[in-house]
């Protein structure tokens, strides 16, 4: 059984953090009721997906997990301080944590779907 290679984990999971804390930050300072939020969802989970293919792209026996645990660490990271300001300001309902739960799972299975990507791409290259 291969054991998973934990430096390139991290390092998917601080590029899934880093674009999910640059268009997180975006989506909050665009005018209530704007649009260009969902696209900006779009790019944060499209970034999910990178740091697990990062994640996955040099243990492709393990690309899935690996991709899954980057994708969740980064939003799990970001989820808890998004809850943490949210009691501070006291603004944290039964909704806003229901959100945060369904948001680390997209970004997990983001994350997961990158993997994927490694998974398939060192499979096509083994192929030739």
Known sequence: MSQLDWPPVLKGALVAGVVALAFGLGGRALPSGSS??????????????????LAGQP???L????????????????????VIVA??????????????????????SAGSLGGYVAFRRA??????
Do not use: C, R, W, Y
């Not at 260009?36 to 293919?53: C, D, E, Q, S, W």
């Not at 690996?66 to 989820?79: D, E, K, N, P, Y």
């Not at 499979?123 to 030739?128: A, K, S």
């Open 36 to 53: 260009v939020v969902f696209l900006f969802a779009l790019i944060i989970f499209a970034g999910m997906g990178a740091g697990g293919f």
């Open 87 to 108: 009691v501070a300001k006291g603004t944290l309902t039964i909704g806003g944590l229901a959100s945060v739960v369904l948001i680390v799972m997209i970004s997990t």
């Open 123 to 128: 499979e096509n290259q083994v192929d030739g």
């Open 63 to 82: 690309a899935l997990t690996a991709g899954a645990i980057a994708g969740f660490i980064a939003s799990l990271v970001l989820q808890v301080v998004n």
């Open 59 to 61: 243990q492709p026996a």
